[in-house]
């Protein structure tokens, strides 16, 4: 028997019978190659291509499925689920937790920032590492839109409280340190305030002030409200939760997590999975760029009120 299946069909365009073929050895059966003819015939008389779409391949990976949002506001940050992969449990079993502990040296500035979406208590650390880093001899500016909000009510009364970004305050931080040799410790704390990316003196402050004895904390939902001038100039990052997938691997993985442990070694949806699962508890991260390391703490029960 032949081993080539022939087909002809008419060609509208040319006004002739024309013939298809193929050779029988490439299809599991004989029955197989007729249909694949008969199916591009049908396709020709119809005006298309010979062959159809080629379909894409699928992934050989098995792509965790990861959730995209909240539903909403009520949803228990608890109860958002994240599949474990074999990789990720591996990477979980070395997991060890450290103590909050910064390195934060009083004779200069220093320049925090936290990350983390709305309702992840990243004003409840903010408040910490005040009471713990910051609550002697230091003369600390707090600006947020809405400071005078129930959060802020156990703020120590002696910290100067603004709805609003002061750049004045902080051009004459500068001046005083400047006349003064640096006797004060200044403290500017930016909670959410969204709209001064490109500020002279919030660049300054990241860059420069430092060096005048003025440390920085910011806490915004989104990396790219803040410069990458800034991002890059941040001694130490702090993440906590974020709701979407996207967020984690544009804001934590791709420009800060991505190559340490435990994310160096897994896949990209593995290090998303992971952080989502780790950071769903409210656990947290910190990144201490001057000395390339990267802990992860607890946060304690105690704080987790919602």
């Given at each position: 028997?032949?081993?080539?299946?022939?087909?002809?069909?008419?060609?509208?365009?040319?006004?002739?019978?024309?013939?298809?073929?193929?050779n029988?050895?490439?299809?599991?059966?004989?029955?197989?190659?007729?249909?694949?003819?008969?199916d591009?015939r049908?396709?020709?008389?119809?005006?298309?291509?010979?062959?159809?779409?080629?379909?894409?391949?699928?992934?050989?990976e098995?792509?965790?499925?990861?959730?995209?949002e909240?539903p909403?506001?009520?949803?228990?940050?608890?109860?958002?689920?994240?599949?474990?992969?074999?990789?990720?449990?591996?990477a979980?079993?070395?997991?060890?937790?450290s103590?909050?502990n910064?390195?934060?040296?009083?004779?200069?500035?220093?320049?925090?920032?936290?990350?983390?979406?709305?309702?992840?208590?990243?004003?409840?650390?903010?408040?910490?590492?005040?009471?713990?880093?910051?609550?002697k001899?230091?003369?600390?500016?707090?600006?947020?839109?809405?400071?005078?909000?129930?959060?802020?009510d156990?703020?120590?009364?002696?910290?100067?409280?603004?709805?609003?970004?002061?750049?004045?305050?902080?051009?004459?931080m500068?001046m005083?340190?400047?006349?003064?040799?640096?006797?004060?410790?200044?403290?500017?704390?930016?909670?959410?305030?969204?709209?001064?990316?490109?500020?002279?003196?919030?660049?300054?402050?990241?860059?420069?002030?430092?060096?005048s004895?003025?440390?920085?904390?910011?806490?915004?939902?989104?990396?790219?409200?803040l410069?990458?001038?800034?991002?890059?100039?941040?001694?130490?990052?702090?993440?906590?939760?974020?709701?979407?997938?996207k967020?984690?691997?544009?804001?934590?993985?791709?420009?800060?997590?991505?190559?340490?442990?435990?994310?160096?070694?897994?896949?990209?949806?593995?290090?998303?999975a992971?952080?989502?699962y780790?950071?769903?508890?409210?656990?947290?991260?910190?990144?201490?760029?001057?000395?390339?390391?990267?802990?992860?703490?607890?946060?304690?029960?105690?704080?987790?009120i919602?």
């Amino acid at each position: 028997m032949s081993k080539v299946v022939r087909l002809s069909y008419w060609d509208p365009k040319t006004a002739k019978n024309k013939y298809l073929q193929v050779n029988v050895d490439k299809f599991a059966s004989r029955e197989e190659a007729k249909k694949y003819l008969t199916d591009k015939r049908d396709r020709l008389k119809k005006g298309l291509s010979e062959d159809p779409p080629k379909e894409e391949k699928k992934e050989e990976e098995k792509k965790v499925e990861l959730p995209k949002e909240l539903p909403n506001d009520e949803t228990n940050l608890m109860d958002v689920q994240v599949d474990i992969t074999p990789e990720m449990s591996a990477a979980l079993a070395k997991l060890k937790y450290s103590d909050f502990n910064l390195k934060i040296t009083p004779k200069t500035g220093t320049s925090i920032t936290l990350f983390g979406a709305s309702k992840s208590f990243k004003t409840t650390l903010l408040k910490r590492i005040l009471e713990q880093y910051y609550s002697k001899d230091c003369i600390i500016l707090l600006c947020a839109e809405n400071v005078h909000a129930e959060i802020y009510d156990d703020i120590p009364k002696n910290i100067i409280k603004l709805d609003h970004y002061a750049p004045a305050l902080i051009q004459s931080m500068y001046m005083i340190n400047k006349k003064l040799n640096n006797k004060y410790r200044f403290v500017v704390i930016l909670d959410d305030i969204i709209d001064k990316k490109s500020d002279h003196y919030l660049e300054k402050l990241y860059l420069t002030l430092r060096n005048s004895r003025i440390s920085i904390i910011t806490s915004l939902q989104n990396i790219q409200l803040l410069k990458s001038t800034a991002r890059g100039n941040s001694n130490i990052v702090i993440f906590r939760k974020f709701n979407q997938a996207k967020a984690v691997e544009n804001y934590a993985m791709d420009e800060y997590l991505k190559n340490f442990p435990p994310f160096k070694d897994l896949k990209k949806n593995d290090k998303i999975a992971l952080y989502m699962y780790i950071t769903n508890k409210h656990d947290y991260f910190v990144l201490d760029v001057l000395n390339n390391s990267l802990i992860l703490c607890q946060e304690p029960p105690e704080n987790l009120i919602f």
